[in-house]
């Protein structure tokens, strides 16, 4: 079945437009100009877009600009989009060049066959809402967009925030179920000194509590925008009315309260806020991986690795051996916490590629930022509900290990002297003999002079509450 068509004119051209389509001939030329990832705009970008779009509709009836018909009208479509009609015909793809004028055309054409057909137009017919005159007006894609990424970082950052915060909750829980087992803890993978099992799992919580502060501060670079600057910051084309107004109706509009920027032309051209977001997000995936680290280390065996704890089995470890079972869910976290970081790398040099007024590298940059987002917030869900609210500790282990290990001759430093402590570390390692069991057998100290120094309360800080 052959579509009915419409013809559409640009500066390059003319295309044809299927006549359902509320997208126009900027969209469907970018569609395919930039057939890169095959993923579109992400949703909330979307929706950031047309919260944009409907402020700028508000501010310019305001400022006297546009009429309350075609106004009311715009509106109404923005309020659509928002609430998730009309998103299959947002074509163009997440990575774009034209500093993001294919994702804002793509907005305007949208928004506005969608008001036509609103004010009982024929889509296409722009003599009655045009996508640049009205939807864009006093408007440019280069402060549309940057400020659209940074509505959509505050909208997703508070999902990846609360799962943090489970999950520093999950791991406090179990600093304290671990808080009366003793354990051997060890550096550069080598036997050590002492600890509580609690007091790992309560490091863990504490780094990811400094993490969720870290996040939140950068975030706050996000509050400040350049919209009113139009193309360089200069504010051509816009109204004083406009200037003055449209900032707080975004913040109205978004429930954020925005700022604009003091310096439009700085705002405009220069991203080095998304680079500290990006920062203190790849600083969160390092430290999520290393956690995953530890408990693939701490769990390892059953029979032949450390095995102080034991990780919720959550599927068969292997095609080929029967019984096996795998840390998939630390696995995961640390591949996602590649994935960030490589994220970050790209993001960095996106925003230092950026030449005189204007940055065209936003597209990638976004599209990168925001599935750093994405994929932290899915990795540290699973760490926290499929992981670490169902590990069990395997205290007697702990026992062995604490037993066999030279380590505790460091306790006995201040009631034996280094040089002996040392003698007798050389003695176990050599003869297999617990270092209690040679302690004794010297006449060192009593046995019960050993049992108060290797108490638990004796070896080991309390854990800040």
């Not at 032949?304 to 292997?318: R, V």
Request: proline share 4%; hydrophobic share 40%; aromatic share 4%.
């Amino acid at each position: 079945m052959v579509k009915d068509m419409r013809t559409e004119f640009d500066s390059i051209g003319a295309l044809e437009i299927p006549e359902e389509a509320y997208y126009g001939v900027q969209s469907l030329r970018a569609k395919q100009n930039f057939q890169i990832t095959g993923r579109r705009l992400h949703p909330q970008f979307i929706t950031s877009l047309v919260k944009i779009k409907k402020a700028a509709a508000i501010t310019n009836f305001e400022a006297g600009k546009l009429s309350q018909e075609i106004a009311d009208a715009i509106i109404k479509s923005c309020d659509e989009i928002a609430e998730g009609s009309l998103r299959e015909e947002f074509i163009v793809d997440a990575i774009q060049g034209g500093a993001g004028t294919s994702a804002n055309m793509n907005g305007n054409e949208v928004i506005a066959n969608r008001a036509i057909e609103l004010l009982g137009g024929v889509k296409g017919d722009y003599t009655i809402v045009h996508p640049n005159d009205h939807v864009n007006m006093a408007q440019s894609t280069n402060d549309v967009i940057p400020t659209a990424g940074k509505l959509t970082v505050l909208t997703m950052l508070p999902g990846l925030i609360d799962e943090l915060r489970k999950l520093e909750k999950e791991l406090n829980k179990k600093s304290i179920e671990f808080d009366s087992i003793l354990k051997m803890g060890r550096t550069q993978l080598q036997d050590a000194v002492p600890m509580r099992l609690g007091q790992s799992f309560h490091a863990f919580a504490s780094v990811v509590a400094r993490d969720i502060t870290r996040i939140k501060k950068a975030s706050k670079e996000m509050i400040t925008v350049n919209l009113g600057g139009t193309a360089i910051g200069s504010a051509i084309n816009v109204s004083p009315l406009y200037m003055g107004r449209i900032v707080p109706n975004l913040s109205k509009i978004t429930g954020i309260t925005f700022m604009q920027a003091d310096d439009l032309f700085d705002a405009t051209q220069n991203l080095d806020g998304f680079v500290t977001v990006s920062s203190a997000l790849k600083t969160c995936a390092v430290n999520l991986s290393k956690i995953c680290n530890d408990l693939r280390l701490l769990s390892s065996g059953p029979r032949t690795g450390i095995h102080e704890i034991n990780l919720p089995a959550k599927q068969n470890g292997s095609s080929i051996m029967p019984g096996k079972v795998n840390p998939v869910i630390p696995e995961v976290v640390t591949q996602v916490a590649y994935q960030v970081i490589g994220h970050d790398i790209t993001i960095t040099m996106a925003a230092e590629a950026g030449q005189m007024e204007l940055n065209a590298f936003e597209p990638v940059l976004f599209y990168d930022l925001f599935e750093s987002i994405d994929q932290l917030r899915g990795a540290v869900s699973t760490l926290t509900e499929n992981c670490i609210s169902g590990i069990t500790a395997n205290k007697e282990e702990c026992k062995k290990h604490l037993e066999a290990s030279v380590g505790i001759s460091t306790a006995l430093c201040p009631y034996i002297g280094y040089k002996k402590a040392a003698d007798i570390a050389k003695k176990s390692l050599k003869t297999g003999m617990k270092v209690k069991e040679l302690v004794l057998k010297e006449g060192l100290l009593t046995e019960g002079e050993l049992a108060a120094i290797l108490e638990p309360a004796h070896l080991t800080q309390p854990m800040h509450a």
